[in-house]
C-alpha cells in the first residue's frame, strides 16, 4: 500500500532541495519539485507551493543563490544554484542523517531482535 | 539576515510581482506537464492548481519568511489609521488642532523655565558651586568682608577653592568707561584672581591674570568678553597684547572670554578686571572691603556640611562685629543655583502647572472625541472581532491610531509653541531670569515628543478598552452606559480643572489691580526724569561735579513750561537709594540704640523744589528753602515713619540729629509723607532728606533731574538732552516718565497675571468645547428616547430643562471638586499675592458662576436641537 500523502519535515526539505541541486546543477522551482517527486518514485508527494518559502529560507541562510533567466520552453524562470557555503552544508548534514540512520537501524533491530 | 527582511519591507510591492510570476510560470508548467499526460485544458489546470497547493497560503508563508511581520502590521496600521484620520477631517482637524494647542503651550513654557527649574548652570561640574558669607537685614545677598575672607581663606575646610568678586568694583556702580576714540560706557566685573579656575572657564584666547597682576598698583589687563571682542574688536584673533584705555588709563587685553560665560549673580560683564584686594589694608578690622564669595565645595561635601565645617571661623568672625548687630547675622552656604532662582522658582512651577493643567484639559477634550469615534465604529470592530482578530490586534490598532494623532498634535504643536514663545519674550518685562536664553532646541522637542507620545497612549488607551459585543452585529443601538460614564467623568474633571485656573488667575489679576492702585505717596503723572551719570573717568573733584549739576539746572530752568524742576541723587519709588543703619542715628538728648540695627534708613540728597516737583505732602513744618542750601545750615526733613519712629508722639520739628560719626547736627525742619521707595508691594522704608549742597557724606557722580510739566514729555526730553550736551556731548543721559517708572514695578506681576489668565482662558475654551461635545453626543444617543417622551406628551422645554438638568449636575460637581482643589492649590500662590486673601469668597464666587455660564453656553446648542427633534424621525430610526 503506497504511503499516503506525507508531512515533510521542514529541513528533510531543506536536505532534499540541497541534494538536488548539487546533483543537478542549477534549476527552477517546479524542476526541483518534479525531480524531488521523480527521485521518490512517487512515494512523496508534496505540495509543489510549500518549496518557495523553503528556498527562500536556503536563500537567507546564503546557502543557495538565485537568479532569474529563461527555460527551456522560454518562458522566465528563476534558477536557485547551490554555493559553496551549501555544499559544505550538505555535506555536514548528510553525516548527521546517516549517524542518525544508523543509529535508528540498531536501535529498531535490536527492538527486533529482543 | 534581519537586515535582507528589512530591505524586503520596504521592496514589498516589486517582490511580490517577483514571486507572483515565478508561481505563474510554476503553474504554467505544471499545467503543460498534465496536457503532455493527455488531460484537456480544463482538467490540465484543475490538477495543477491541486499539485501546487494553495496559491494564497504559499504566498502569506512566503511573506512571513520574507519580511518582518511585526514591522509590516506597524506599517498596516498606520496606514490604515491615517486614513482613518483622513476619510474624518473635521474630528482630525479639532483633535489635531486641540492638542497642538495643549502642546503647543506646554512646550513654549517648558522652554521657558526649563533654563530656570532644571537646566543646569553654564560652568562644569556646577552641582558642587556655591555661594557662602553672611546674611544680614542690611544687605538683600550674602556677603563677606575682605578681612574675615582672607582669614577663612587660610583656615577653611570645607571648599576646593574659594573666590570673590567685588560687587560693583571700586565705585559700586559696576561701570566703566572706554575712553578711547569712540568713547563708550561698559559694564565692569572685577574679580579674584582665582576667579575663572574656581569656576572652571577657560579663556577662548589668551589667559586669565595671575596673582602678582591681582595687586593695587599692578599694571593693568583686562578680559574682554565674547560679544564686546566680535563687536568692537571685530573678532579680531591677535587681540590679546594689544591695549585699551579704560577709565583713562592704559590696559593691555590678555584674554578673551567665552561665548556661554556669564557671572555668577547674573551682573551683566563686558569687561572682567582684576578686583585688585589690597590684602594689606584688610587686616584692620572694620575696614573690610564687601565681597561676594563663591567656592567649589569638595567632593561629597554637601551645603550643610559646609555650614557646620565653618562655623567656628564664623564665631570668631562674629566677635569684630558690634555687639548689638551680632544676634541679626547668620552664615549662610547654598547652592549657586538657588542663589540664582529664588524667587523665580515658585513662578515658573505655577506657570509650568498651569500649562499642564490646560494640557490635561486638552487632552481630555480628545479622549473624548476619541471615545465619541470609537462608538460609531464599534459595529466594525464586532465585525473584525468575529472575523477573528484577536483583541490584541483591535487594542493594537487603536493605540497606534491615537499615538499617530498625538504625534500629529505634537508637531503642529511644536510650530504652535514657536509663535507662543515669541508672544511670552516679547510681552514679557526685563529682568525674567534667563528668559532671553528660552529657545525650541533638542531638550524642548523630546519633552514635545514625549508629552504627545504620553498623551497619544492616555486617551488611546481610555479609548480601546473596550469588549465588542457580539450583539452589535445585528446593528441594534446598545446602551454604551459604561462609556458614556466614563465622558462624563471626564468632563467634570475638565470643569474642576479649569475652576482652579480661574480661581488662580482671578487672584493674580485682584491682587495686580491692588498694586497698581495702592497709593504711592507722590503725584507721578506729568513728571520727566534724566538720569545722569559723571562718572569717575572725568576726574572730577566733588566741588566740580555739584558746580555742573547747578549750571544743568540753571540751563534747564531757562526751558518754558517747567513747572517744577529738582535735583536729588536718587528717586523713588525703587532702585538703589543711600542708607544708613538705624542705630547708627543718634537725637541729641537721647542714648543710642542699644541692640540690634534696627533695620535700614534710607536718605536723599535733594534740591528745594523735590517735594513740589514730585508731589510729595510736606505734613508737619517746611520743605527745604533756597537758604538752606548756604553752607552754615544743617536741615534735615524726615519721612512720616521715621519721624513715628524717633520721635513717637512728640513733634520732630526743631529737634536735633546726627546720621554717622561724622556728620554734622542737623536741625529737623519738617517731616515729608510717606512716599514708596523699595518696591510698590512692601510698605515705604523710612528715609530722610538733605539739602542738595556739599558736605563730607555724599559725593555727586550721579543725579536725576525731575521735571514737572504738562508738555509732551518727547518734546522735552529732546530739549533737555540738548542743554545736556551743551555742557558735555559725550555724557549719556537716560530718560523716562515718572509714570513708567513706576509701571515698571508692576510689571513681572502684570506678567504673570497675563500669562495664567491666558491659561484659564484656554482651559476654560477647551472645557466649553468638551461640554459642547458630551451633551451633542448625549442627545445624539437618546435621540430615540426623546423622541418617545415628546410623542407621550413631553413638551421641548422639559427636554430643555432634562438635557439641561444634566449640564448643571456636571458642573456643579466639577465646581465642587475645583473649589477644593483651589483650596489646596491657592496656598502655592500667597507669596505672589499682594492684599488678597487666597479665600476670597467673592472672587471663588465669581469664578464658579463665570465657569456655570460658559457650561451653559456651551450647552445650549445641542439642548436646542434636543427641544427640535422630530418624534416621528426618532421613532422610525430602528
Not at chain 1, 44 to 65: D, H, V
Not at chain 2, 640 to 666: C, E, H, I, Y
Request: proline share 6%; charged share 20%.
Amino acid at each position: 500500500m503506497a504511503p499516503s500523502k506525507a508531512e515533510v519535515l521542514q529541513g528533510t526539505l531543506d536536505l532534499m532541495v540541497l541534494k538536488t541541486l548539487d546533483t543537478m546543477g542549477p534549476m527552477h522551482g517546479y524542476g526541483i519539485a518534479q525531480r524531488i517527486q521523480q527521485i521518490s518514485e512517487d512515494l512523496l508527494r508534496l505540495n509543489q507551493g510549500t518549496l518557495y518559502p523553503a528556498l527562500l529560507r536556503l536563500e537567507q541562510k546564503r546557502w543557495i543563490s538565485s537568479k532569474w533567466g529563461v527555460s527551456e520552453n522560454h518562458r522566465k524562470a528563476k534558477y536557485y544554484t547551490l554555493t559553496a557555503a551549501g555544499r559544505r552544508q550538505l555535506v555536514s548534514e548528510a553525516e548527521s542523517w546517516e549517524r542518525m540512520a544508523a543509529v535508528m537501524a540498531r536501535l529498531l533491530d535490536g527492538a527486533q531482535r529482543s | 539576515m534581519i537586515p535582507s527582511r528589512l530591505r524586503a519591507v520596504f521592496q514589498r510591492e516589486q517582490l511580490d510581482r517577483e514571486l507572483s510570476a515565478e508561481v505563474q510560470s510554476h503553474l504554467e508548467m505544471l499545467t503543460e506537464e498534465n496536457l503532455r499526460k493527455g488531460m484537456n485544458p480544463e482538467e490540465a489546470r484543475m490538477m495543477a492548481k491541486k499539485e501546487f497547493g494553495g496559491v494564497e497560503q504559499t504566498k502569506e508563508t512566503y511573506r512571513d519568511q520574507r519580511g518582518l511581520p511585526f514591522l509590516e502590521m506597524l506599517l498596516q496600521d498606520l496606514r490604515y489609521g491615517l486614513r482613518g484620520l483622513l476619510k474624518k477631517p473635521s474630528f482630525t482637524l479639532v483633535a489635531v488642532l486641540t492638542l497642538a494647542m495643549g502642546i503647543g503651550v506646554t512646550s513654549a513654557v517648558f522652554s521657558a523655565v526649563d533654563r530656570i527649574l532644571f537646566r543646569s548652570l553654564p560652568y562644569p561640574d556646577q552641582e558642587r558651586l556655591v555661594s557662602f558669607g553672611f546674611k544680614a537685614p542690611i544687605e538683600s545677598a550674602e556677603f563677606m568682608l575682605g578681612t574675615d575672607y582672607l582669614i577663612w581663606r587660610a583656615q577653611q575646610t570645607p571648599f576646593e577653592s574659594m573666590t570673590t568678586l567685588t560687587p560693583g568694583g571700586p565705585t559700586g556702580a559696576g561701570d566703566c568707561d572706554l575712553t578711547d576714540h569712540n568713547p563708550t560706557r561698559l559694564n565692569c566685573a572685577y574679580v579674584e584672581s582665582n576667579f575663572l579656575p574656581t569656576f572652571r572657564i577657560k579663556p577662548i584666547l589668551g589667559h586669565n591674570f595671575s596673582r602678582e597682576e591681582d595687586r593695587p598698583n599692578a599694571p593693568r589687563v583686562v578680559m574682554l568678553s565674547y560679544g564686546l571682542w566680535r563687536s568692537r574688536f571685530g573678532g579680531d584673533p591677535g587681540i590679546t597684547g594689544k591695549c585699551i584705555s579704560l577709565d583713562g588709563q592704559r590696559a593691555a587685553i590678555i584674554g578673551v572670554l567665552p561665548a556661554d560665560f556669564e557671572m555668577p549673580n547674573l551682573a551683566p560683564a563686558d569687561i572682567v578686571l582684576p578686583q585688585a584686594l589690597d590684602e594689606s589694608r584688610q587686616q584692620h578690622p572694620n575696614a573690610g572691603r564687601p565681597l561676594r564669595a563663591f567656592a567649589r565645595l569638595k567632593p561629597g561635601v554637601s551645603p550643610a556640611q559646609a555650614t557646620a565645617a565653618l562655623q567656628p571661623l564664623f564665631q570668631e568672625s562674629l566677635n569684630f562685629i558690634p555687639r548689638q548687630f551680632r544676634k541679626e547675622v547668620s552664615l549662610v552656604v547654598r547652592s549657586l543655583r538657588d542663589r540664582q532662582v529664588q524667587d523665580a522658582r515658585l513662578a515658573s512651577w505655577i506657570l509650568l502647572g498651569a500649562v499642564l493643567a490646560v494640557l490635561m484639559v486638552a487632552c481630555t477634550n480628545v479622549a473624548n472625541l476619541l471615545l465619541a469615534r470609537a462608538t460609531s465604529r464599534r459595529r466594525e470592530w464586532a465585525v473584525r472581532a468575529a472575523l477573528g482578530a484577536s483583541r490584541w490586534r483591535l487594542i493594537r490598532q487603536t493605540l497606534t491610531e491615537s499615538l499617530l494623532l498625538g504625534l500629529l498634535g505634537g508637531v503642529t504643536g511644536f510650530g504652535v509653541a514657536y509663535f507662543m514663545l515669541r508672544l511670552f519674550v516679547s510681552i514679557a518685562p526685563e529682568g525674567i531670569l534667563r528668559l532671553h536664553q528660552a529657545r525650541l532646541d533638542f531638550r524642548v522637542l523630546l519633552f514635545t515628543l514625549g508629552v504627545s507620545l504620553t498623551s497619544g497612549m492616555l486617551f488611546g488607551v481610555a479609548a480601546a478598552l473596550r469588549k465588542p459585543s457580539p450583539e452589535l452585529l445585528s446593528g441594534r443601538d446598545v446602551q454604551m452606559t459604561a462609556r458614556s460614564i466614563l465622558r462624563q467623568t471626564l468632563v467634570v474633571a475638565q470643569i474642576a480643572v479649569s475652576l482652579v485656573l480661574l480661581a488662580g488667575a482671578g487672584l493674580l489679576l485682584r491682587s495686580l489691580w491692588n498694586l497698581e492702585n495702592t497709593p504711592i505717596g507722590m503725584h507721578a503723572d506729568n513728571v520727566l526724569i534724566a538720569k545722569i551719570v559723571l562718572g569717575d573717568s572725568r576726574g572730577l573733584k566733588p566741588e566740580q561735579q555739584l558746580a555742573f549739576f547747578q549750571e544743568l539746572e540753571k540751563r534747564l530752568r531757562r526751558l518754558p513750561g517747567v513747572t517744577a524742576l529738582a535735583l536729588s541723587d536718587t528717586l523713588p519709588p525703587a532702585g538703589v537709594m543711600r542708607s544708613t543703619i538705624y542705630a547708627l542715628m543718634e537725637v541729641a538728648g537721647r542714648p543710642r540704640m542699644a541692640e540690634g540695627t534696627g533695620g535700614m534708613v534710607g536718605w536723599r540728597s535733594v534740591t528745594p523744589e523735590y517735594f513740589s516737583a514730585l508731589g510729595i505732602a510736606i505734613v508737619r513744618g517746611r520743605g527745604f528753602r533756597e537758604e538752606d542750601l548756604q553752607p552754615n545750615q544743617n536741615p534735615v526733613i524726615l519721612s512720616d515713619a521715621l519721624a513715628r519712629q524717633l520721635f513717637v508722639d512728640q513733634d520732630p520739628v526743631g529737634k536735633t540729629m546726627r546720621f554717622g560719626n561724622s556728620g554734622p547736627w542737623r536741625t529737623v525742619v519738617g517731616v515729608a509723607g510717606n512716599v514708596k521707595n523699595n518696591g510698590l508691594a512692601v510698605p515705604a522704608e523710612p528715609e530722610f532728606y538733605i539739602p542738595w549742597k556739599h558736605n563730607p557724606q555724599t559725593s555727586f557722580r550721579a543725579a536725576t533731574v525731575c521735571l514737572r510739566s504738562p508738555l509732551n514729555p518727547r518734546v522735552l526730553a529732546g530739549w533737555v538732552r540738548s542743554e545736556a550736551a551743551g555742557l558735555d556731548p559725550t555724557l549719556p543721559v537716560e530718560m523716562e516718565t515718572m509714570t513708567q517708572r513706576v509701571g515698571k514695578l508692576a510689571q513681572r506681576p502684570k506678567f504673570n497675571a497675563v500669562l495664567l489668565s491666558l491659561f484659564a482662558g484656554m482651559g476654560m475654551l477647551l472645557a466649553g468645547i468638551g461640554i459642547y461635545g458630551v451633551v451633542a453626543f448625549l442627545v445624539a444617543q437618546r435621540a430615540k428616547e426623546i423622541g418617545v417622551r415628546m410623542a407621550l406628551g413631553a413638551s421641548p422645554l422639559s427636554i430643555l430643562k432634562m438635557v439641561l438638568s444634566h449640564v448643571a449636575r456636571w458642573t456643579l460637581l466639577g465646581a465642587l471638586l475645583g473649589l477644593l482643589g483651589t483650596f489646596y492649590v491657592t496656598r502655592l500662590l500667597n507669596s505672589l499675592l499682594f492684599q488678597v486673601g487666597i479665600h476670597d469668597p467673592r472672587l471663588l464666587g465669581a469664578a464658579v458662576a463665570l465657569l456655570l455660564a460658559v457650561a451653559f453656553v456651551a450647552a445650549w446648542i445641542p439642548a436646542r436641537r434636543a427641544m427640535r427633534v422630530d418624534p416621528v424621525v426618532a421613532l422610525r430610526y430602528e
